[in-house]
């Protein structure tokens, strides 16, 4: 089963910029697709983001579009999601998630606190 | 974008009875709908996938079906530890989106 660890959360003000970064560990990195999701806390779940197995392919939710960037390094066995022009609505739990083939996601990171005030 | 509904907001149900949540897309997802559990604190973990295929390790008590716009997701015997938040997930098409949730609470 796939270990993902989310870090990088933490309190910035409108209009900066925050990296997070997923480290992954008990699969083969280079052979899963990855994807951030993120929740206001007492909210549904919001896919923001994915990117596939060798990084070529990159989706984004519009709602991002334009100031996020996601990337990974598979030589690190890690994600990475840049978000700049931050606003107050990205105030969330940031997840990295983890599928193999269709896009259900099959291991999730326990999150990491994004506080946009 | 698809928009997925579920149903009820809040579902109470006592230790040992049935529960039936339901699923509905804004139109044809196909079989293409996952559902997951998340409990307070924790990340989402996935039950349910395919509409009715069961991951390895989630007990039987846990069955999907359903296909096009309409799902349920049903708890044959309510255990303790199925409290929780429950989500549904399409992946028919760009981008995948989730319900609002239902929380299944004790009653």
């Known amino acids: 089963q796939v270990h993902l660890v989310e870090s990088g959360g933490n309190l910035v003000k409108p209009g900066e910029s925050l990296g997070l970064s997923c480290a992954v560990s008990g699969l083969t990195f280079s052979d899963l697709y990855m994807s951030w999701i993120r929740q206001v806390p007492g909210k549904g779940l919001e896919w923001i983001s994915y990117?596939?197995?060798?990084?070529?392919?990159?989706y984004y939710a519009d709602a991002v579009k334009g100031r996020f960037t996601i990337s990974r390094d598979n030589t690190k066995n890690s994600l990475y999601l840049h978000m700049n022009s931050l606003r107050v609505e990205d105030t969330a739990v940031y997840y990295c998630a983890s599928n193999t083939g269709s896009l259900h996601f099959d291991d999730w990171g326990q999150g990491t606190l994004v506080t946009v005030s | 974008e698809i928009v997925m509904t579920q149903s009820p907001a809040t579902l109470s149900v006592s230790p040992g009875e049935r529960a039936t949540l339901s699923c509905r897309a804004s139109?044809?997802?196909?079989?293409?709908l996952a559902w997951y559990q998340q409990k307070p604190g924790q990340a989402p973990r996935l039950l349910i996938y395919t509409a009715s295929t069961r991951v390895t390790g989630i007990p039987a008590r846990f069955s999907g079906s359903g296909s096009g716009t309409e799902f349920t997701l049903t708890i044959s015997s309510l255990q303790s530890e199925d409290f929780g938040v429950y989500h549904c997930q399409h992946y028919d098409d760009w981008p995948p989106t989730f319900g609002q949730g239902t929380k299944v609470e004790i009653k």
């Open positions: 139109q044809n997802i196909r079989d293409n």
């Open positions: 990117i596939s197995a060798r990084g070529t392919s990159k």
